[in-house]
């Protein structure tokens, strides 16, 4: 008999999303910077300007919540024996993908779920943010009703699917072996910010626990963003929306008691003003989850799962978070980066591209 997932239930998603709307609230509470308890776009980011890949010296810090979450899918899926090593879908479009998610996101300055805590603690910014993402993610599914599909993915070695868990455990193994020291920008061969978003962060065993518990529970749950927009634009169907709305309103009910809610439009943190840009980037950022199948998160989630296809993808966002602060294309509380409306622009081309090619026509 085949054990049921209560995870997966009606019931089961709306827990886990309430659940990761409190995590993502105390997590703040205990270090991360303002409404980024959670930001998945925003903490590749930081781990990309950790090792390296960018110099951007406000936003360096090796987070530990994207390992776990990688880990914790890992381990569900070897428990409940969902880990299936498969890949080889159109990855060089997913990989571009996962680059033009990334410079959307980081136009806007923030990932899907960081656009809810945003929204959660008062920033009225991210009210466009969300309409961005849905109307991205509303454009993707008119390439699904044309049969737009990257193709089917094929069974790879156990060795594939272990790659992405191994990295991660790699970074976290370099976070261990070279953690930040006081007054000090570069620690081994990682760096950290002394200041700025990179020097505000949660203990490393609580954000590592954090981590592996979102992880296993998405896992379980199949919680994604874009699943959840896709599926009420396309099927009417609530169930995957319930999670975002119960994250929601657990975030902001935990926003409040703690003292963290600040309504309102300017000087949010780290956060612009910029309305058309706060629309336009997640419009990229949503379209791009679309056409590759999954928001940052549900893509982590995936890759600790064996799916090589999600780990390009997720190498794609690292890559993307890299160029967009080595050429300027990234905004700040200032506003749009030098770069970035142009940015913006060519992305959506590429998704364009990438959606109207691979349109699979069913013979006549």
């Given at each position: 008999m085949t054990q049921r997932n209560v995870f997966a239930t009606g019931g089961g998603i709306i827990a886990v999303?309430?659940?990761?709307?409190?995590?993502?609230?105390?997590?703040?509470?205990?270090?991360?910077?303002?409404?980024?308890?959670?930001?998945?776009?925003?903490?590749?980011?930081d781990i990309t300007g950790a090792v390296g890949m960018h110099r951007a010296e406000l936003v360096q810090y090796l987070r530990p919540e994207i390992p776990g979450f990688v880990l914790g899918s890992f381990a569900a899926a070897l428990v409940f024996k969902e880990f299936k090593p498969?890949?080889?879908s159109a990855p060089l479009a997913r990989f571009i993908l996962g680059m033009t998610a990334m410079i959307g996101a980081l136009v806007f300055l923030g990932c899907p779920w960081r656009a809810l805590l945003r929204l959660a603690g008062g920033d009225g910014n991210a009210i466009l943010g969300l309409a961005g993402l849905a109307a991205g993610i509303g454009i993707g599914t008119l390439f699904f009703?044309?049969?737009y599909n990257l193709g089917r993915s094929a069974r790879q070695s156990t060795g594939t699917g272990l790659l992405m868990p191994l990295l991660v455990a790699g970074l976290l193994a370099l976070r261990a072996l070279y953690g930040?020291?006081?007054?000090?920008?570069?620690?081994?061969?990682?760096?950290?910010s002394l200041k700025g978003p990179g020097a505000a962060y949660a203990p490393l065993a609580i954000s590592l626990a954090v981590g592996l518990l979102v992880g296993a529970l998405a896992q379980r749950s199949r919680?994604?963003?874009?699943?959840?927009?896709?599926?009420?634009?396309?099927?009417r169907q609530w169930h995957l929306f319930s999670g975002l709305l119960a994250l929601l309103a657990?975030?902001?009910?935990a926003n409040l008691a703690l003292g963290q809610?600040?309504?309102?439009?300017?000087?949010?943190?780290?956060?612009?003003?910029?309305?058309?840009?706060n629309f336009a980037g997640m419009v990229v950022a949503g379209l791009s989850f679309a056409l590759a199948g999954g928001c940052p998160g549900r893509q982590l989630f995936m890759s600790g799962e064996g799916d090589a296809d999600a780990g390009v993808f997720v190498l794609g966002m690292l890559t993307g978070a890299a160029f967009s602060h080595n050429f300027g294309l990234a905004s700040s509380p200032a506003g749009f980066g030098p770069h970035g409306m142009a940015a913006v622009g060519i992305c959506l081309a590429f998704c364009l591209l990438i959606g109207f090619t691979?349109?699979?026509?069913t013979p006549a």
């Open positions: 999303g309430a659940l990761i709307g409190v995590l993502a609230a105390l997590l703040q509470k205990w270090g991360n910077p303002g409404n980024m308890g959670i930001c998945v776009a925003c903490f590749d980011r498969r890949g080889g009703r044309q049969g930040p020291a006081e007054g000090q920008a570069q620690s081994g061969v990682l760096f950290y919680f994604c963003t874009m699943g959840a927009i896709r599926d009420l634009i396309l099927f657990t975030a902001l009910l809610f600040s309504p309102g439009f300017e000087k949010q943190p780290v956060a612009h003003s910029m309305a058309l840009w691979n349109i699979q026509r």
